[in-house]
């Protein structure tokens, strides 16, 4: 199995979804992958395993794209890891490997500034 596998696991929203830089406020494009540390959640079980996702063009879901350890997963219960995983989404995430910065997923109503000023 390649690590680009297509996951599809999808999360529907009621409100429209961001991805903004926790100090800057800039606001990554729905184009953007975005992951999460499996150890945040799945602690030593998904120790090392990413979890890619991005959000879609019209911003009301939240899908993963692939994992880090796609053999790995085969040996799990993926589809409780992959939606476990889509609940984590509103913590931290992080968009490149050195994890020196983090962004935060929420819905519009809960993001601290207008996105009008920010798009």
Same mark, same amino acid.
């Given at each position: 199995m390649s690590s680009t596998m297509k996951v599809n696991m999808k999360?529907?929203?009621k409100e429209k979804l961001y991805v903004y830089h926790e100090?800057?406020?800039d606001v990554l494009d729905t184009d953007?992958?975005?992951?999460?540390?499996?150890?945040?959640?799945?602690?030593?079980?998904?120790?090392?395993?990413?979890f890619y996702a991005k959000i879609s063009d019209d911003r009301y879901s939240l899908e993963i794209? #692939?994992? @880090?350890a796609p053999d790995y997963m085969e040996n799990l219960n993926k589809n409780k890891w992959y939606k476990t995983a889509l609940n984590h989404f509103n913590d931290y995430v992080f968009v490149d490997e050195s994890l020196s910065?983090?962004?935060i997923i929420a819905p519009e109503?809960?993001?601290?500034? #207008?996105? @009008?000023?920010k798009t």
């Open positions: 999360k529907k929203f100090e800057t406020f953007t992958l975005f992951y999460i540390d499996g150890y945040d959640f799945g602690d030593r079980l998904l120790e090392g395993v990413y794209v #692939k994992t @880090s910065s983090s962004y109503s809960e993001i601290p500034f #207008k996105i @009008s000023e």
